[in-house]
């Protein structure tokens, strides 16, 4: 199964319009409040600063299901998992007029890639993964050990880490001007993220066939830092594909995404915890000199991130 392949750059890029570029936490709660009746301001873009380090640990699984049908008939069917785990120490170099990292170091302590039952290193324990962001990932750069990658090695170093930046932040998509309680829920800006998925990637949704909301899952304390848990919910349905091949069409498509994320109240420090699930679900019609073939494509995401400030 090739890395880049449509449904999971879909995947990419749903999480990306989430994501900030250093990921996510630390793995364990110490405690937690219910916090009834008290209400939060809800602040969710995080300004990173020159020096800032932390430990990052990313893991994303993709596993992708295909059914081919012909006069009624399966012909082919396939069912490819694929798992990307980097642990490393990550370091802020540079920081553009948002705050957001524009530069960035990560010194490896694992990097791997599992196929199936087969496990790979990416990167060697010790090397230097320098990444250079822009607004698309083809005008960022990145070395390893001063030295160009495949793009091969950039799509899978983009399962485990943003290799953009720019566009709306979170606070824009998700953020609420007014404080909220546990519990409370408030809607997403649908434009906006539909807007987003159309200018980077083959995605197309109505904003009519799109609901997002927000909401306040908990305050809870996690390795001394106090903070809130944040949940973010999508859904859509009808949902087109751009650049299919010809006689190819989109009869039914439905993509699914979740993510929380621990917010801590101390504005200086990252989210610090990040859980995504993304599943869609794509029913096309394929012409072929003999006929319509049918192919039903399920795609499940399952991402974990954590950051321990240093």
Known sequence: MEYDSRMRRVALILSAICLAACGASASSTNGASTGVGERYPIHLHRRYSVGQRAQLTSETTHREQTVTTFHGQVVDTADATNAFRLDAIAEVLAVDEQGRASELRYTVRSFTREQGQVSSELVRPGQVIAVSTEETREAGRVLVDAAPVSEEFLSALGEVISLTRGGPDDDALFGSTAPRAVGERWPADVLGIARGLAGHSPLRVDPSHLHGEAEVLERTEMDGVDGLTIGVGIAADQVQV??????????????????????????????????????????????????????????????RRSVQPL
Not at 243 to 261: C, H, K, P, T, Y
Not at 279 to 284: E, G, I
Request: glycine share 10%; charged share 25%.
């Open 242 to 303: 751009d650049g299919l091949a010809s006689g190819a069409s989109v009869r039914e498509g439905r993509v699914d995404f979740r993510m929380e994320s621990f917010f801590p109240f101390d504005e200086s420090l990252p989210r610090m915890r990040e859980s995504v699930e993304l599943h869609a679900a794509l029913t096309m019609s394929i012409g072929t000199p003999q006929g319509s073939a049918d192919v039903a494509l399920t795609m499940t995401m399952v991402g």
